[in-house]
Protein backbone atom coordinates (compact mmCIF):
# COMPACT_ATOMS: atom_id res chain seq x y z
CA UNK A 1 0.00 0.00 0.00
CA UNK A 2 1.37 3.34 -1.13
CA UNK A 3 0.91 5.87 1.69
CA UNK A 4 1.28 9.22 -0.97
CA UNK A 5 -1.56 8.12 -3.13
CA UNK A 6 -3.67 7.06 0.00
CA UNK A 7 -3.29 10.33 1.41
CA UNK A 8 -4.51 12.14 -1.46
CA UNK A 9 -7.68 9.68 -1.97
CA UNK A 10 -8.70 10.38 1.56
CA UNK A 11 -8.37 14.63 0.81
CA UNK A 12 -10.66 13.77 -2.42
CA UNK A 13 -13.40 11.62 -0.44
CA UNK A 14 -13.65 15.04 2.22
CA UNK A 15 -13.91 17.27 -0.38
CA UNK A 16 -16.82 15.74 -1.59
CA UNK A 17 -18.54 17.47 1.33
CA UNK A 18 -21.66 19.88 0.98
CA UNK A 19 -21.01 22.94 3.04
CA UNK A 20 -23.94 24.45 4.47
CA UNK A 21 -25.46 27.86 2.44
CA UNK A 22 -23.12 30.97 2.12
CA UNK A 23 -19.73 28.73 3.71
CA UNK A 24 -17.31 28.74 1.56
CA UNK A 25 -16.43 25.41 0.06
CA UNK A 26 -14.11 22.91 1.76
CA UNK A 27 -10.66 22.63 0.57
CA UNK A 28 -8.71 19.79 0.94
CA UNK A 29 -5.05 18.29 0.58
CA UNK A 30 -3.52 15.01 0.63
CA UNK A 31 -0.14 16.57 2.69
CA UNK A 32 -0.02 19.49 5.53
CA UNK A 33 -0.55 22.75 3.60
CA UNK A 34 2.22 25.95 3.49
CA UNK A 35 -0.92 28.16 4.00
CA UNK A 36 -4.62 27.28 4.60
CA UNK A 37 -8.04 28.24 2.44
CA UNK A 38 -10.92 27.74 5.08
CA UNK A 39 -12.65 25.72 5.84
CA UNK A 40 -9.87 22.98 5.17
CA UNK A 41 -9.12 19.12 5.32
CA UNK A 42 -5.34 18.06 4.97
CA UNK A 43 -3.70 14.49 5.98
CA UNK A 44 -1.12 15.04 8.88
CA UNK A 45 0.94 12.73 10.34
CA UNK A 46 0.86 9.13 9.82
CA UNK A 47 1.10 6.16 11.76
CA UNK A 48 2.39 2.66 10.00
CA UNK A 49 2.40 -0.93 11.31
CA UNK A 50 4.03 -3.57 8.97
CA UNK A 51 3.23 -7.41 8.58
CA UNK A 52 0.12 -7.97 9.63
CA UNK A 53 -0.41 -11.07 8.29
CA UNK A 54 2.79 -12.96 7.05
CA UNK A 55 4.59 -12.83 3.72
CA UNK A 56 3.83 -8.55 3.70
CA UNK A 57 0.08 -9.09 3.40
CA UNK A 58 -1.23 -6.67 4.99
CA UNK A 59 0.05 -3.24 6.52
CA UNK A 60 -2.18 -0.54 8.71
CA UNK A 61 -2.28 3.11 8.42
CA UNK A 62 -3.28 5.65 10.87
CA UNK A 63 -3.70 8.98 9.28
CA UNK A 64 -4.08 11.82 11.84
CA UNK A 65 -6.23 14.42 9.47
CA UNK A 66 -7.02 18.08 10.83
CA UNK A 67 -10.12 20.25 9.88
CA UNK A 68 -9.93 23.89 9.99
CA UNK A 69 -12.31 26.78 10.30
CA UNK A 70 -12.07 29.99 10.27
CA UNK A 71 -12.72 32.58 12.84
CA UNK A 72 -15.44 34.73 11.43
CA UNK A 73 -17.35 34.49 14.87
CA UNK A 74 -16.66 31.47 17.91
CA UNK A 75 -19.94 30.28 17.69
CA UNK A 76 -20.34 29.96 13.67
CA UNK A 77 -17.38 28.43 13.26
CA UNK A 78 -17.64 25.88 15.83
CA UNK A 79 -21.47 24.95 14.45
CA UNK A 80 -19.74 24.50 10.46
CA UNK A 81 -17.11 22.27 12.02
CA UNK A 82 -19.45 20.67 14.25
CA UNK A 83 -21.58 19.35 11.31
CA UNK A 84 -17.94 18.59 9.64
CA UNK A 85 -17.49 16.49 12.81
CA UNK A 86 -21.37 14.76 13.17
CA UNK A 87 -21.10 11.25 12.20
CA UNK A 88 -23.85 11.80 9.48
CA UNK A 89 -25.48 14.28 7.28
CA UNK A 90 -24.01 16.25 3.98
CA UNK A 91 -21.44 18.21 5.61
CA UNK A 92 -20.18 14.97 7.36
CA UNK A 93 -16.58 14.06 6.89
CA UNK A 94 -17.27 11.53 8.29
CA UNK A 95 -19.65 10.08 5.79
CA UNK A 96 -18.20 11.37 2.72
CA UNK A 97 -14.70 9.51 3.31
CA UNK A 98 -16.28 6.22 4.50
CA UNK A 99 -18.19 6.33 1.15
CA UNK A 100 -15.27 6.02 -0.72
CA UNK A 101 -14.92 2.06 0.93
CA UNK A 102 -16.80 0.81 -2.12
CA UNK A 103 -19.15 -1.65 -2.47
CA UNK A 104 -19.11 -4.84 -0.64
CA UNK A 105 -16.40 -7.12 -2.06
CA UNK A 106 -14.54 -4.12 -3.56
CA UNK A 107 -11.78 -2.35 -2.86
CA UNK A 108 -11.25 1.12 -0.97
CA UNK A 109 -9.85 4.52 -1.89
CA UNK A 110 -10.36 3.14 -5.84
CA UNK A 111 -8.56 -0.21 -5.47
CA UNK A 112 -5.36 1.14 -3.03
CA UNK A 113 -6.53 -0.43 0.29
CA UNK A 114 -8.47 -2.80 1.56
CA UNK A 115 -10.59 -1.09 4.38
CA UNK A 116 -10.68 2.00 6.04
CA UNK A 117 -12.56 3.46 8.46
CA UNK A 118 -13.18 6.93 10.70
CA UNK A 119 -12.32 5.76 14.24
CA UNK A 120 -12.54 9.03 15.84
CA UNK A 121 -12.70 12.95 16.61
CA UNK A 122 -9.81 13.92 18.72
CA UNK A 123 -8.41 17.39 19.63
CA UNK A 124 -11.56 20.08 19.18
CA UNK A 125 -9.48 23.31 19.42
CA UNK A 126 -7.77 26.16 18.55
CA UNK A 127 -5.05 25.50 16.03
CA UNK A 128 -2.50 27.88 15.34
CA UNK A 129 -1.47 27.26 11.59
CA UNK A 130 0.99 29.34 9.58
CA UNK A 131 0.86 32.06 11.95
CA UNK A 132 -3.22 32.45 11.83
CA UNK A 133 -5.59 30.66 14.29
CA UNK A 134 -8.39 28.29 13.32
CA UNK A 135 -10.44 26.62 15.41
CA UNK A 136 -10.16 22.71 14.80
CA UNK A 137 -10.42 19.10 14.99
CA UNK A 138 -8.37 15.88 14.44
CA UNK A 139 -10.22 12.62 12.56
CA UNK A 140 -7.71 9.85 12.92
CA UNK A 141 -8.52 7.36 9.79
CA UNK A 142 -7.46 3.59 9.90
CA UNK A 143 -6.35 2.11 6.62
CA UNK A 144 -5.77 -1.05 5.46
CA UNK A 145 -4.23 -2.25 2.62
CA UNK A 146 -1.70 -5.17 1.09
CA UNK A 147 1.88 -4.45 2.59
CA UNK A 148 3.62 -5.76 -0.77
CA UNK A 149 2.28 -3.17 -3.05
Avoid: N
Avoid at 33 to 59: I, K, N
Amino acid sequence: MQIGPVRLAIAAAAATVVMPAGVPKLTATGYVPDSVTEPHFFTGEVDVTFDGAMARGLDTLEITCRVLVGRADDRSSQEVLDGLLSGSGPASLKAAIESARGAPGEYALGGLAHDLHVMRVQGYRWYEHAGSTYVGAELVIKVIGDGST
